[in-house]
């Protein structure tokens, strides 16, 4: 497989990979890079916006627009987000160039500084620079250095702590609980909006490793197939719950009387043969959803959080505004 190209073009500027991004600085300005497609990306420039949202992301695209480029921007806590396009014939990498000196020239216009306090504790003049996960964003931030080292060591503790006193049976309750609490906006999309979302699907998953993790599973490989395999019940559980909504609403009944009397349906044979067509749609659902929610499942366990820790320090490096600082002091 090709290596996408906007990888290539921010290589081509002094910008690192880490993994399927790009990280690096910019005129004093650490930003990462994700790529949309094989010519676009939103750029995540670390600052710490203080003006009204929508006020700064007006002020901002109209600063780029006088200097000749139309970009877009999202504002968020820790960055702010711009949108980057490759056009026409003109050398990428000049291209680039140019549009990075514009966001930078228009950060600076508007009040925005590289940002100089810690992502994670809010410390002033931070030493380091590394990928931070805010949210469901990765991004390029300013931290104090021992705390990354101290997250790793946190993660490996964690980690053999839990293997030492995780539970299967205790996780497998949690992640049953967190199935069932996933399956409710499914179930509701799908009795009264008689629809079908792939996405909503991935809530059960995530829903069920949580749950595993908050009741005290044992988070290696094991915790994975028991997700999985919890995910996969959810689907004849929602056709059960749907049964109990339509006796509801079609009979009159109460609660008690439609649970005993789906439970007596749903013990015939004949009835998943009926259903049968139902079943194979929403389990197809349920795949989609396991794989749309795979990052985050496999994130959860014990290797993969010291994976992540130990990525998060790999992207770790000094942070060149202090460098800067200390040069000046010793001068």
Request: proline share 4%.
């Amino acid at each position: 497989m090709a290596e996408n190209k906007m990888i290539v073009v921010f290589r081509a500027c002094g910008f690192k990979q880490f993994g399927m991004q790009s990280c690096g600085t910019w005129k004093g300005y650490a930003a990462s890079m994700r790529p949309l497609t094989n010519r676009s990306c939103n750029l995540d420039v670390a600052v710490r916006p203080q003006t009204p949202a929508g006020q700064l992301r007006r002020m901002l695209i109209a600063a780029c627009k006088a200097r000749g480029e139309k970009i877009g921007v999202q504002i968020g806590k820790l960055f702010v987000t711009f949108t980057l396009k490759l056009k026409g014939k003109e050398p990428a990498d000049e291209q680039l160039r140019r549009q990075l000196d514009v966001i930078t020239d228009a950060l600076r216009e508007n009040g925005l500084a590289p940002a100089d306090t810690c992502a994670i504790s809010g410390a002033e003049q931070p030493d380091s620079l590394c990928m931070v996960q805010t949210g469901a964003i990765c991004s390029y931030q300013p931290v104090m250095g021992s705390q990354i080292h101290d997250r790793k060591q946190q993660a490996v503790e964690r980690a053999e702590q839990n293997e030492q006193n995780g539970s299967y049976a205790l996780g497998i309750l949690g992640a049953l609980l967190g199935m069932l609490l996933g399956l409710i906006p499914n179930l509701l999309t799908v009795v009264w909006m008689e629809r079908i979302f792939a996405l909503l699907f991935a809530l059960v998953p995530i829903a069920a490793i949580f749950g595993y993790k908050l009741l005290g599973g044992r988070m290696d490989r094991t915790s994975i197939v028991i997700v999985i395999l919890v995910s996969l019940l959810g689907v004849p559980v929602m056709i059960y719950f749907e049964l109990v909504i339509y006796i509801v609403q079609e009979y009159g009944a109460s609660l008690k009387e439609a649970l005993s009397a789906a439970l007596e349906v749903v013990k015939e044979v004949d009835f998943w043969r009926e259903v049968s067509g139902e079943l194979l749609q929403l389990l197809l659902f349920m795949g989609l959803g396991i794989l749309f929610a795979w990052k985050t499942v496999t994130g959860q366990t014990n290797q993969g959080r010291v994976q992540l820790a130990d990525a998060q320090l790999a992207s770790l490096c000094p942070n060149p505004a202090r460098q800067n600082v200390a040069l000046e002091g010793d001068e």
